[in-house]
């Protein structure tokens, strides 16, 4: 099958293409899922080299389970978000205690000139905020907010119940919002209103 | 995605977010695809030999098992040929050294007129 025809090919589907062989299969799967499953990983452990090594980690043992792959019982997305939450949480709990002052703050005498630099300025806030709260709402708040899964997703990934991921993600947000208040003029928050 | 009601003032922050997004290098690209082709080559098992001809016909008779009963057989006629026991003597005797007797049946012995007569 040509590389472009599997565009359109689940992610399921094209795990058991990989799990018999199928070179192309492994590509697409490759090109189709590190980025999503390093973009995760680097929200949550704010340090790209980590990051790295987490995906590497989570699509090796995506490449291991595929010959037992059960298509239909469950999505490969909601799987490696799964994978790429426990390998973070592990590597967290490893080095608890040192990563708040580890992150980096956002420059604060950088000219916020452009719409753009105000752009990277509020990422990077959020990315320091993040940083701040405890790993299941930072968890909940990043597969909600930024990676766009829903409630009854986010549930599976990380084992719990709907009503426990609605409340991790308010008092994620709320969290957020007070550790944001003191940066939203600087920020060019207004602006936006 | 924006939520419908921003209760925290976050969403401008989401969107942010959603765009600094930390792409793949080509080195974690290249390892995560050799990780692949590897576990694949480990995952696939390799194929059974296929078995010779004489293999075949070996299996087809049925092997070893059905070996040992033939050459049994072959043995114990070889001993009978060459010193029979004294029954089956009795028994040749009687089916083939006896007297030449010789019977006549006649099978349609009420219809020969019959045919003759048409």
Redesign the interface.
């Known amino acids: 099958m040509p590389f472009d025809a599997m565009n359109d090919v689940p992610d399921d589907a094209l795990l058991v293409l990989?799990?018999?062989?199928d070179?192309d299969a492994?590509?697409a799967?490759?090109?189709r899922l590190?980025?999503m499953v390093?973009?995760y990983a680097?929200?949550l452990l704010n340090d790209?080299s980590e990051?790295?090594d987490v995906?590497?980690e989570a699509?090796?043992r995506l490449?291991?389970i595929?010959?037992d792959w059960r298509q239909g019982e469950a999505k490969v997305t909601t799987w490696l978000y799964r994978v790429v939450s426990n390998l973070c949480t592990d590597r967290l709990r490893k080095k608890r205690g040192v990563a708040l002052e580890a992150v980096p703050e956002p420059a604060d005498d950088r000219p916020s000139a452009s719409e753009t630099m105000i752009?990277?300025e509020?990422?990077?806030?959020?990315?320091q905020?993040l940083a701040t709260l405890p790993e299941r709402q930072r968890q909940a708040v990043v597969l909600r907010?930024?990676e766009?899964a829903t409630n009854p997703e986010i549930a599976q990934i990380l084992e719990i119940s709907v009503e426990a991921v609605e409340s991790l993600t308010a008092r994620g947000?709320?969290a957020?919002?007070a550790a944001?208040a003191g940066r939203?003029a600087e920020l060019g928050?207004q602006d936006?209103k | 995605m924006t939520n419908k009601h921003d209760e925290f003032g976050l969403d401008t922050y989401f969107d942010a977010g959603r765009k600094a997004v930390q792409t793949p290098s080509g080195d974690l690209m290249a390892r995560v695809l050799a990780d692949a082709e590897a576990q694949q080559m480990a995952n696939v098992p390799a194929p059974a030999a296929q078995p010779g001809l004489f293999a075949s016909l070996w299996a087809a008779i049925g092997g070893w098992p059905t070996a040992a009963g033939m050459v049994t057989a072959t043995l114990v006629g070889i001993w009978i040929g060459i010193s029979p026991p004294a029954p089956l003597e009795q028994i040749t005797a009687e089916v083939l050294g006896s007297t030449d007797d010789a019977y006549l049946v006649d099978l349609l012995p009420a219809f020969g007129d019959d045919f003759v007569e048409g």
């Open positions: 990989y799990a018999n062989g070179a492994t590509r799967l490759t090109m590190t980025p390093l973009g680097a929200r790209a990051a790295e995906a590497q699509m090796l490449w291991k595929a010959p752009e990277a509020r990422a990077a806030a959020l990315q905020a907010h930024i766009g947000k709320r957020l919002a944001l939203r928050y936006d």
